[in-house]
């Protein structure tokens, strides 16, 4: 590694690492997707980098973590991901609603709706093998409704959906299976014959609301957020518009996002494929440095003077070499003006970032942030307090 300062994360003392399992706001557990950073390592950077009314932007949003966090500590939280359900899922974070609205609209969708109506041999028979045909139907009726609709309401009822679409609980509409990501159709099919399952018949309404109970437990971010769908390498942003950025660019194939959200894709009325052909994946390192080389670009055009720019990315090892993707990106980051100014080394829990069908030697072992300066940014002082983050239901 190049003449970099070197810290690892258990040495900051009052680093995310002390703020205890499960850490975060009820909003956070929307829906799980794969390849995303704890909320306490997004509250600590937000906190030790930007103040009250900061514009915070994570340009690869992923589920949103870091525009929630920012708008939960007054920062006005923007995150940007090329995927439709993390755009979905980013949006109904920084721009969430009520429960007393989401009652609202179980109450009267369950008035005027008659999910009798649906042919569910219509559907495909990957997205068959999930669901019974009582609960199917009540799925379509929803995708039908939800479809045109975007509203803040009808998109956060989006990401409650996603989040309930499949996985083990009671909540979850589709036979046991991973909430994480969604699994593959001929797995599925190979497991409940072996297990002899049967699909569950849920009342799809019901398992909305104990969903949209437990997110908003916590109640709503004190400021509203902004949430888009664009390439990272062309952001909607204005010139030196944003105060602090974190982020977690893509790890050159290790997390395939369109496929691992097929189903929820599926829901929001997208094929996997055309979003698979959009998002960056690649193993090539010539292609991830330019695409690196043009994201990181555009950071620094958005980013203000004297601000922070935090890249997480990991080592990973992939068909059999390791990649040190910090190494990697610190002289390009240097190349379009940032300076490095240290790079925090954070080991992760294996749980974590490995999926199944990576092969247990392969995958990320540890995760390095780059701490990239635009002029000369000014920390705040005051040490981050793992308490409960204070949230305010706001009128
Ligand atoms: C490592 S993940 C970010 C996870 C995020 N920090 C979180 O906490 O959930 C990388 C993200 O990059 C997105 N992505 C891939 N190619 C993109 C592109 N060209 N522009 C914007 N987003 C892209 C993927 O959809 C994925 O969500």
Redesign the pocket.
């Known amino acids: 590694m190049g003449n970099y300062l070197m810290i690892l994360s258990t040495d900051i003392p009052d680093s995310w690492k002390y703020a205890g399992d499960g850490w975060g706001s009820t909003l956070h557990r929307i829906c799980s ?1 794969t ?3 704890p909320p306490a390592l997004a509250h600590y950077f937000v906190k030790k980098y930007s103040r009250r009314g900061d514009i915070v932007l ?9 525009p929630l966090e920012a708008c939960l500590n007054g920062r006005i939280g923007i995150g ?4 439709p359900e ?1 755009y979905v899922i980013t949006r109904a974070k920084v721009n969430p609603v009520t429960l007393d609205d989401v009652m609202e609209w179980i109450h009267n969708t369950r008035k005027k709706w008659n999910p009798e109506s649906y042919d569910v041999d219509e559907v495909s028979g990957e997205v068959r093998v999930f669901f019974s045909k009582y609960t199917l139907r009540q799925i379509l009726s929803i995708r039908d409704m939800l479809m045109d609709d975007d509203s803040d309401l009808g998109n956060f009822i989006k990401a409650l959906m996603c989040g309930i679409l499949h996985g083990p609980t009671k909540m979850h509409l589709s036979i046991p299976c991973s909430h994480a990501f969604s699994m593959s159709p001929k797995y599925i099919r190979r497991f409940i014959k072996k297990n002899g399952l049967k699909k569950p018949k849920r009342d799809v309404l019901k398992c909305l609301l104990t969903k949209a109970k437990r997110v908003l437990r916590d109640g709503l971010p004190e400021v509203r957020g902004m949430a888009t769908m ?4 062309k952001l909607p942003l204005e010139d030196e518009s944003v105060n602090l950025i974190v ?5 050159f194939n290790m ?1 395939t ?1 369109a496929w691992d959200n097929w189903l929820r894709l599926w829901f929001l009325g997208y094929d996997y494929i055309e979003v698979k052909n ?4 690649s193993e090539s390192k010539q292609k991830f440095r330019v695409f690196m080389l043009e994201s990181l670009k555009e950071m620094f055009r958005v980013l203000k003077d004297n601000s922070a720019c935090f890249v ?1 990315v990991g080592d990973v090892k992939l068909n059999g070499h390791y990649i040190n993707m910090a190494e990697m990106i610190a002289p390009i980051a240097e190349s379009v003006g940032f300076t490095v100014a240290r790079l925090i080394s954070d080991s992760i829990p294996k749980s974590n970032k490995h999926l199944m069908y990576i092969k247990e030697e392969e995958g990320v072992s540890r995760e390095r942030i780059l701490e990239l300066h635009k002029g000369n940014p000014i920390p705040n002082n005051e040490p981050v307090a793992w308490a409960k983050v204070p949230v305010e239901v706001f009128a």
């Not at 982020?247 to 790890?251: A, D, G, H, L, R």
């Not at 959009?278 to 994946?281: G, R």
Request: proline residues 9%; neutral net charge.
């Open positions: 997707r390849g995303s950073f994570d340009p690869f949003s992923g589920k949103g973590t870091l940007n991901d090329l995927a993390a664009e390439d990272a390498r982020t977690s660019p893509p790890y997390q996002y959009k998002l960056f994946q997480v």
